[in-house]
């Protein structure tokens, strides 16, 4: 730490984003208390979506979904679960503009990488965008920005723009499964397209829930030639 900083947290003592409690020398501005109660996924989940499942399972899991219908991504893990501390420090991150907070996840989605894709080569790092009218009125988007720490961290090229966002679709938030599908139903597509072909992409989003938005960029990545598409989140919901 810098002698700058040093005296900036004498003067102006930093508070944890989940608690409010001032956070130790050596933190970024989530305490040890709220990052230690983190709650990280390990198996068992499925082996395709990720999504974790309760209970002894001791062989290879797929769930009901993906059982039914094949999502158009290779895989898709997550670090935590959205709940508890987590939860309260991706909703500052996102809603009150808390950017700083990027550096505080990114040990957890890096560490997510290199545990369930150690085998991948990977071509490159792209995200889930905003519609260009909602990231006007956000700022920035969440999803680009740990993307481009993590492509950093991976020593991988930053696919800027690769995906855009078509038109405009409403929250996912109050949306049950069938909903969020329709409501992502055609909204992205690809703008580089010649470079995609035959290439490996790491898709990165903030939270997954349901996984209609990932799918639905997957689709079009694959549609536009690309290998394979791998997904990363920092939460699962």
């Known amino acids: 730490m810098s002698l700058v900083s040093t005296l900036l947290d004498i003067i102006y003592p930093r508070s944890c984003a989940a608690c409010g409690n001032t956070v130790g020398d050596g933190q970024g501005y989530v305490c040890w208390d709220c990052e230690s109660r983190f709650d990280v996924i390990s198996m068992p989940f499925c082996s395709v979506c990720g999504d974790p499942v309760e209970g002894l399972v001791e062989h290879q899991y797929l769930c009901s979904y993906c059982q ?38 990114l040990p957890f989605l890096s560490a997510c990488v290199r545990t369930h894709y150690s085998m991948i080569c990977f071509d490159g790092v792209t995200f889930v965008p905003l519609y260009p009218r909602k990231e006007r009125e956000r700022t920035f988007n969440q ?36 909903q969020r599908r329709a ?49 990363v989140t920092v939460a699962r919901g």
Do not use: I
């Open 183 to 231: 409501n992502v139903h055609g909204a992205f597509a690809v703008q580089n397209r010649k470079w995609l072909d035959g290439r490996t992409v790491l898709l990165v989003d903030d939270v997954m829930t349901t996984g209609a938005t990932v799918n639905e960029c997957s689709k079009v990545l694959k549609e536009a030639g690309a290998a394979g598409v791998f997904v």
């Open 68 to 105: 039914r219908v094949r999502p158009y991504f290779e895989a898709a893990r997550s670090a935590v679960r959205y709940r508890g501390s987590v939860r309260v420090v991706m909703h500052s991150l996102k809603y009150k503009k808390r950017t700083f907070l990027v550096r505080d996840l």
């Open 143 to 178: 999803a680009r920005l740990l993307a481009g720490k993590l492509s950093r961290e991976l020593e991988l090229p930053f696919l800027h723009d690769c995906l855009k966002r078509t038109r405009y679709t409403e929250t996912q938030t109050d949306l049950d499964a069938k």
